[in-house]
């Protein structure tokens, strides 16, 4: 099967990169023939195209910044999608989320009559991601989201959604029930893997001795909330450490800086994909803020395939599809909307070396039999074939 894949992501940066190019290895691994497109990780005037995995990664040149890139939103990086599919044949295309970059060359195929499924990973419009923004430009931008994201999503034949009340919302904008497969985050278990904490620690010149908390990704909805119970945390154990992982996260270091706990938090930044299970591994904890909202309620956020691939228990909230797996799975504790509650929730872990254990062993258990990419890859693929056959469209 030929397979077009579109994240609005710069090439290796950002959520929607992660789940598509995890999605695109597993199909690879199964045989087909997949492309994907992201974003141009620099300014450039020609198109870059990359082998990795058995995945043909293209970019298409852009002049405009990187924060328009990465989100979509550059007009040369649509224009020069379309431009360089005149030519393409593919069997399907599948577009992960709505933004333009994404949406734009989707429906063009579409009306070449190549079958289109949306991918919806996270809520952009009203009572999601828009109502965080600030500002006039923040507002529109969020005002645009909400409309063009729900009329891209009731337009699409078939869809992929990340969480339960993403699949309610298509259902309710007329895409067919049964036309929705449930895609929630998946685990690079061949990627990431519980490897040995005090060899990696001494790799990256961690305290052997620390109680390690590990915060990963790069949104930082739950950044005040995670600020404030790492200054609960630090005020109860000498040992504890954060390590945060991914963009800047101001709130976290002026909390703890005003508390006089700079030291506590390690930070490395965006570091490549390879390396972050390394990283990962020197941590005891995975925290994860989830904090009842509607913003979380309508997404499942993608670091959770990999704390459950790297085999460390994870703290979170009881909110939405993510407390519910904390809930039936044992992987990890999912505490009441209080950073006092959740560092006290952390402190009860870090100080029970057997509970995490074996949390961490359930996770990893969990991630090999129902969240590894290849297991969702082979569930997109029979979603694919279904659909293919319905309209009658012959594949290899």
Not at 131 to 149: A, C, H, I, Q, T
Not at 171 to 196: E, F, H, Q, T, Y
Request: aromatic share 8%.
């Amino acid at each position: 099967m030929r397979i077009l894949l579109l994240t609005h992501n710069r090439y290796g940066l950002g959520g929607s990169y992660h789940r598509a190019f995890g999605l695109a290895r597993g199909l690879a691994q199964r045989g087909h023939q997949v492309t994907l497109y992201a974003a141009s990780e620099s300014v450039r005037i020609g198109g870059r195209s990359t082998l990795s995995e058995g995945v043909e990664i293209r970019r298409s040149g852009d002049l405009l910044p990187g924060r328009l890139r990465q989100g979509g939103l550059s007009p040369f990086d649509a224009i020069g999608r379309i431009a360089s599919l005149r030519i393409a044949e593919f069997d399907l295309a599948h577009t992960i989320d709505h933004r333009p970059s994404v949406s734009l060359p989707g429906l063009w195929l579409r009306r070449r009559g190549i079958h289109l499924v949306a991918d919806w990973a996270d809520r952009w419009g009203r009572s999601g991601i828009a109502e965080l923004r600030n500002g006039g430009l923040g507002r529109l931008l969020g005002l645009l989201d909400d409309f063009w994201e729900q009329r891209y999503h009731a337009s699409v034949p078939a869809a992929t959604v990340a969480c339960s009340a993403l699949r309610e919302l298509s259902v309710s904008l007329g895409v067919a029930p049964d036309k929705i497969l449930d895609l929630p985050p998946g685990a690079n278990i061949d990627l990431i893997w519980p490897r040995d904490r005090r060899e990696m620690r001494e790799v990256y010149g961690l305290p052997p001795e620390a109680l390690i908390a590990v915060r990963s990704g790069v949104s930082t909805y739950d950044d005040g909330f995670l600020a404030q119970s790492a200054s609960q945390l630090a005020k109860m154990e000498p040992r504890f450490r954060l390590l945060m992982i991914g963009g800047p996260s101001p709130a976290v270091e002026s909390v703890l800086r005003d508390e006089g706990f700079s030291d506590r938090m390690l930070h490395f930044g965006h570091v490549p994909y390879h390396r972050l299970g390394e990283l990962l591994a020197c941590g005891d904890l995975m925290m994860l803020p989830y904090r009842p909202n509607s913003v979380n309620e309508q997404r499942f956020p993608n670091r959770f395939g990999d704390y459950l691939a790297a085999g460390r228990p994870i703290l979170s909230h009881p909110t939405g599809d993510l407390g519910m797996v904390l809930k039936d799975g044992r992987v990890g504790l999912a505490v009441e909307d209080s950073p006092q509650a959740y560092a006290e929730a952390a402190y009860r872990l870090l100080g029970d070396e057997d509970l995490r254990a074996e949390m961490g062993a359930n996770a990893r258990r969990l991630a090999e039999e129902h969240y590894a990419w290849p297991r969702l890859a082979k569930q997109v693929e029979l979603f694919y074939r279904r659909l293919l056959d319905e309209d009658s469209i012959g594949v290899d």
